[in-house]
């Protein structure tokens, strides 16, 4: 039972280069979430996805488009990255369709850019 | 919107003492408080969550109190273990909405 499942760990990016943070779960969740995590911020909402075919902009947005391809997965794309976009980005999962329940998260991806 | 409070930011206790964790919320309708642990290079993950119709959850060494007159809920964390350290986040959520999570708290147990 994988969970949340991010890829890639790592990252390292030059200014202006894009790059696809993909994320699956396994759990057959409706709702999928991405937040970005910087020192001393806590996790701050980027983009989430309340059911398939749906997607809304959290907290900071900017900068940032994503994808719901299928319940499965829900990608983050950076069309032309920035330095202020280096940060821990966390994927997230929940059942939301009838009650709530905790997210499950996966273990993160760490994006430098340079 | 839900706004949530969380407080100390940091917090060291000595092995062996007890942890106190506390949260305030804003939106009276939120009925579903969850507590996260993250320990370092790795997600926050669910240890403990409580829901309005309840007053208090207990899981071994750690439990949540919820004060819905005052809008706060705690986590208590006794016995602490070394492995305890980690941060910490409150969130809260009316039905079927996102959360909302607190700044978080570094939790330090020395040994």
């Known amino acids: 039972n994988a969970g949340v499942t991010q890829t890639p760990k790592f990252q390292v990016l030059k200014t202006g280069q894009s790059m696809t943070l993909q994320c699956a779960q396994d759990?057959?969740?409706?709702?999928m979430y991405w937040y970005r995590q910087d020192p001393g911020m806590g996790l701050r909402l980027i983009y989430y996805?309340?059911?398939?075919?749906?997607?809304d902009k959290g907290e900071v947005p900017n900068g940032y488009n994503v994808s719901r391809l299928n319940k499965r997965e829900f990608s983050l794309r950076l069309e032309s990255a920035a330095p202020s976009q280096t940060s821990v980005y966390f994927c997230?999962?929940?059942?939301?369709?009838?009650?709530?329940?905790?997210?499950?998260f996966g273990s993160g991806t760490r994006l430098t850019v340079v | 919107g839900e706004n949530v409070e969380q407080h100390p930011s940091t917090l060291s206790v000595q092995e062996g003492d007890s942890a106190v964790i506390k949260c305030t919320y804003s939106?009276?309708?939120?009925?579903?408080f969850p507590w996260y642990k993250q320990e370092l290079g790795k997600g926050p993950q669910l240890i403990i969550d409580?829901?309005?119709?309840?007053g208090e959850k207990k899981d071994q060494r750690i439990a949540v109190t919820l004060n819905k007159t005052a809008k706060h809920f705690s986590l208590h964390i006794t016995e602490t273990q070394p492995e305890d350290s980690a941060v910490y986040f409150c969130?809260?959520?009316?039905?079927?909405?996102?959360?909302?999570f607190g700044a978080g708290t570094i939790l330090r147990v020395k040994s």
């Open positions: 997230a999962s929940s059942e939301l369709q009838f009650d709530n329940y905790g997210y499950t």
């Open positions: 759990m057959n969740h409706n709702s």
């Open positions: 996805s309340a059911s398939e075919g749906t997607t």
């Open positions: 939106d009276s309708a939120s009925n579903y």
């Open positions: 409580i829901r309005s119709n309840v």
């Open positions: 969130a809260a959520s009316r039905r079927s909405a996102k959360l909302v």
